[in-house]
DNA sequence: TATTCTCGTGAATATCCGTTCACACCTTGT
DNA sequence: ACAAGGTGTGAACGGATATTCACGAGAATA
């Protein structure tokens, strides 16, 4: 038996919390589950975390972690904002057939109530409601974006509609509700296809409408 | 002490089944709060109903029989697609408005999994599923709505927008994140209007590109 | 090798919740 | 007014879970 839990082990933990609270929720996620499932005894994961809310705001940071560290990835290289969805369309797909416990956990999260839902989200949307906003503002700046929405409801609408394909990847009932809608799980490329055309209309639809204003000349 | 329960008191207790529910979640919601917020005792719920199970599908039942009741209303008078969306923001942000706790329900629904999960779904979806994609095939065909989209994935588009609706209306995550986004609550009436431009624009964007001819066939 | 210290173990404790059932009250029929 | 049957009550039971802590197995030191 190890002296000290190595820092894979640790890892490991925190994965393992991260399944077992997305799979039953903040509440009723087991400890023991959690310490079985990882190997280790229940004792040890109160030497580490001083509670069960203590072990599960790790879990979530370390899944916060790698989940900016993706976002960082797709925006790291200056773009239009039509391939910048394109590329965050993609990375979430990915991140959804990679780490669908995270987004499930994620899911769970969005249960809670009172000061805590208020402090999560702000944890847990800061990041990408930052980014949004930034990009929304740039693609106004560039003229690739139409003039006449708010930009605040503007990316709100943009990641409800992000948020809600993450979901329907990885949440069974989110994915049953897809299934209802398609007829069947649709492929990923169509996904990608058709939820970047009605982003294009509603990225652009003013100005289309006046085609012979100025420089027509950035979409499609 | 009556000596049956008044339709009146099983309402009531149904009501506050929903309140708590949505409040606990599912697992959580204990049946004593309940019994103790509806002013009966335990045992009569347990007269009326064989379990919690049970019980909850019957608060369930009720929660959509008045959604149903709603959207009927809503879709009793012919109309074009984009003042049916008009009308069904309006209805939804009333019945948000006046029902908080059934949309709460129904967030707490989501995070069920397994078979329980495609059954919820299909109860409570199916309504909505079959209406939207009845909408938009006569938009189609009426020549209201683009034609180089899957009607499938795009009445699933047009429901996450609303769904994200009401649950930001409704339920504390999301309402907070809804904050973050747009720096504070925003208007009814702005919102109305900022989602319908957003899905006018993806309606009938493909028209607006070749504003001359018409039938381009499909684009790209 | 002997001793001490560090750290993981898992049985035990306290709490909470679904469900049951013996009881008491109210209504109804006579 | 009384008896009988129906109906609501809530204390009690069993199962589950967060958290603790006395214990023992390795590591470190000499």
Redesign the pocket.
């Known amino acids: 038996?190890?002296?000290?839990?190595s820092p894979e082990k640790l890892e490991e933990i925190l994965e393992t919390g991260i399944e077992i609270f997305a799979e039953n929720g903040l509440?009723?996620?087991?400890?023991?589950?959690i310490?079985r499932q990882a190997?280790?005894?229940?004792?040890?994961?109160?030497?580490?975390y001083a509670?069960?809310?203590d072990f599960f705001r790790s879990c979530l940071r370390h899944s916060l972690d790698s989940l900016e560290g993706l976002l960082r990835e797709v925006t790291s290289k200056e773009d239009k904002l039509l391939n910048y969805s394109r590329q965050l369309i993609r990375a979430l797909q990915s991140f959804s057939a990679l780490h669908p416990s995270h987004i499930r956990m994620y899911h769970q999260i969005t249960v809670s109530s009172g000061e805590a839902a208020r402090l999560l989200a702000s944890e847990i949307e800061g990041l990408s409601s930052r980014l949004y906003t930034r990009l929304i503002s740039q693609g106004r700046e560039s003229g690739a974006l139409r003039r006449d929405m708010e930009p605040g409801l503007f990316a709100f609408f943009f990641d409800n509609l992000l948020m809600m394909l993450q979901f329907s990847y990885c949440c069974d009932y989110y994915k049953a509700r897809m299934e209802l809608y398609c007829g069947g799980m649709p492929e990923d490329s169509a996904v990608e296809e058709q939820l970047l055309r009605f982003l294009e209309s509603a990225f652009t639809f003013e100005r289309s409408l006046v085609p012979h204003g100025d420089s027509r000349g950035e979409n499609r």
Do not use: D, F
């Open positions: 038996m190890l002296k000290k839990l509440h009723a996620a087991p400890m023991a589950s310490a190997g280790v005894s229940v004792g040890v994961l109160y030497k580490y509670n069960k809310e």
